[in-house]
């Protein structure tokens, strides 16, 4: 079935505002390095969707795998090539991204036949696909070693664009076996993201009924701090009275049982409180993953449920089919039963007689050779 034409759209627009957000909290220099990550990741999506139409699970894959490979990237440059010029920089990003893009080109009908077996990808094409990054994590680990060599920043730049270069080597050589891992995770996160879809109902009844929760020991917490005479909580160990934002914040705290650092209890009562709230917080998502499961179980078993009955209906029509033929070659068969009898009979006494005058053909001929 054909994708719609923009749907394709969808996961390199949000890998896109995702390196966007990266970009902007960079912040300096990096924001130009981060704006060209952005480009080539757009534009290397939008290609392999063009060079491939209909391959939405490679698309999501490639944007997804695109942004990850673009964090890992960032992080080995600030740590091992940080004196690397920013046009090594670059230039390094894109090889890797170019390279794909021309191995899947040149192996276009072999990545194409993998494309229309998405369906049909199993654990062992998927565990081929996985050798690839055993060479880039081997390139990966000996880049540590880099700052050690107190390289000058031509040195590192040559380095970086070394290591990139053979990078983009292997992945040209082995488009085809990334393209298999690609499809299979692409498989993996539709099925999952359409799982999550389901689950926005539950999950938003769920949060519901945590933030009342949250809201309903804040503001106990209030009234004892604004009726109840002494002190109640300590602001970094000094006596603090807090405010309702305070408070919300401190009940979240309590509920998620993150820990105490800026405002702690200090009262008897309100560790009392403290100690209910964090029981029911554990009781409440003990109760609401139980409920959520039981919602999803539900929801494949409706699901289900129809699709059974068709398949049944299906095979009650095909049993009555075939009894309906058996009957009717029985009732043929009876009332052409004497008819067919007797044609037999004729057959077999007609096949009697040929065999007689063989005989008798025989036994002629061994007279005359006597």
């Given amino acids: 079935m054909k ?10 627009v ?31 999506v939008g290609t392999i969707y063009l060079l491939f139409p209909g391959s939405r699970f490679f698309s999501i894959s490639l944007a997804n795998f695109l942004a990850v490979y ?50 049909r990808l199993g654990a062992e094409a998927v565990g081929r696909g996985l050798l690839w990054l055993l060479p880039l994590a081997v390139i990966g680990m000996l880049s540590f070693a880099v700052p050690m060599l107190a390289w000058s920043a031509d040195q590192e730049s040559v380095a970086l664009l070394a290591s990139m270069t053979l990078v983009s080597l292997l ?60 002190n109640h ?22 509920m998620s049982t993150l820990g105490y650092g800026d405002i702690a209890p200090a009262s008897q009562l309100i560790r ?13 998502l003990l ?26 209906a299906g095979s009650s029509r095909r049993l009555d089919t075939e009894e309906e033929g058996v009957e009717h070659r029985d009732e043929e068969q009876g009332q052409h039963g004497p008819q067919g009898q007797a044609e037999g009979d004729h057959a077999g006494h007609g096949e009697e007689q040929g065999i007689d005058q063989d005989d008798q053909r025989q036994h002629a001929q061994d007279r005359r050779g006597r």
């Avoid at 090889?95 to 893009?101: D, H, R, S």
């Avoid at 405010?243 to 705290?253: A, E, H, K, P, Q």
């Fill in 70 to 119: 673009a964090c890992v990237y960032v992080f080995l440059v600030e740590t091992n090539f940080l004196k690397a010029s920013d046009m090594a920089g670059k230039i390094g990003f894109m090889l890797p991204v170019a390279a794909f893009i021309g191995g899947a080109l040149l192996r276009r009908r072999e990545v194409q036949e993998i494309i229309s077996e998405a369906p």
């Fill in 233 to 254: 909580f300590n602001f970094n160990g000094a006596p603090y009275e807090p405010s309702f934002s305070d408070s919300l914040y401190f009940s979240i705290v309590t």
């Fill in 272 to 284: 009392a409180l403290t100690a209910i709230e964090i029981v029911s917080g554990v009781l409440l």
């Fill in 171 to 230: 992945v040209f050589l082995l488009s085809p076996s990334i393209g298999a891992f690609l499809l299979f995770a692409g498989q993996m996160f539709d099925h999952f993201f359409d799982r999550v879809v389901g689950l926005v109902i539950p999950a938003f009844a769920f949060m519901t009924f945590y933030s009342l929760q949250v809201i309903l020991f804040a503001c106990l917490y209030r009234i004892i701090d604004l009726y109840v005479p002494g």
């Fill in 287 to 312: 109760f609401g993953f139980s409920e959520i499961m039981r919602y999803v179980q539900d929801r494949e078993q409706a699901t289900e449920g129809p699709a059974k009955d068709r398949l049944g």
């Fill in 14 to 44: 949000l890998t896109l505002v995702a390196i966007l957000l990266i970009t902007l909290a960079s912040g300096g220099t990096e924001f130009i390095f981060g704006l060209t990550m952005s480009v080539v990741i757009f534009a290397g």
């Fill in 3 to 12: 994708e719609p034409g923009l749907q394709w759209l969808q996961a390199p």
